[in-house]
């Protein structure tokens, strides 16, 4: 085999290689979505943290909010400061980097409910 030769052919599989990790990565699945239902043991609004005591009687869970966390209750869309402390929970939520962070919390009670910044949550509100 010729130097020319020899040339042409790292170039191909260099160049194959790079294909192949290119579309391996393209490949990779989005963290897995869990859920989880129970009642609010503790809320830290400076911190951005909910813990929850499930309904099963597993351990308790501290979720870590981020600002594209949603808080609603039957459909409508509420703010952080609308959780309050045993209101019962249904947390959708995803494990990134060593945090579980909740994609959606959805308070679980009939009782209408009001923030501590003046009533975020409207009958037929979208989303802020």
Same mark, same amino acid.
């Given at each position: 085999?010729? +130097?020319?030769? +020899? ?5 191909? $599989? $260099?160049?194959?290689? @790079?294909?192949?990790?290119? $579309? =391996? ?9 869990? &859920?989880?239902?129970? &009642?609010?043991? =503790? ?5 951005? !943290?909910?813990?929850v005591? /499930?309904?099963?009687? +597993?351990?308790? $869970? ?5 600002a ?6 039957? %459909?409508s869309?509420? *703010?952080?400061?609308? @959780?309050?402390? %045993? ?18 919390? =959805?308070?679980? %009670?009939?009782? /209408? !409910?009001? *923030?501590? !910044?003046? %009533? *975020?949550? &409207? +009958?037929?509100?979208?989303? /802020?």
């Amino acid at each position: 085999m010729s +130097k020319s030769q +020899k040339t042409k052919l790292t170039k191909v $599989l $260099l160049g194959t290689a @790079l294909v192949f990790a290119s $579309l =391996s990565s393209s490949w990779a699945l989005p963290p897995r979505q869990h &859920a989880v239902r129970g &009642a609010i043991e =503790s809320i830290d609004p400076s911190a951005h !943290t909910l813990t929850v005591t /499930p309904t099963n009687g +597993k351990q308790t $869970l501290v979720f870590v909010w981020k600002a594209s966390t949603r808080f609603k209750q039957r %459909g409508s869309w509420l *703010c952080s400061e609308a @959780l309050e402390m %045993g209101a019962p929970v249904t947390v959708h939520y995803r494990r990134e980097i060593g945090q579980l962070v909740p994609r959606e919390v =959805s308070l679980r %009670g009939d009782a /209408p !409910t009001r *923030c501590a !910044t003046g %009533g *975020c949550r &409207a +009958k037929d509100s979208k989303k /802020p």
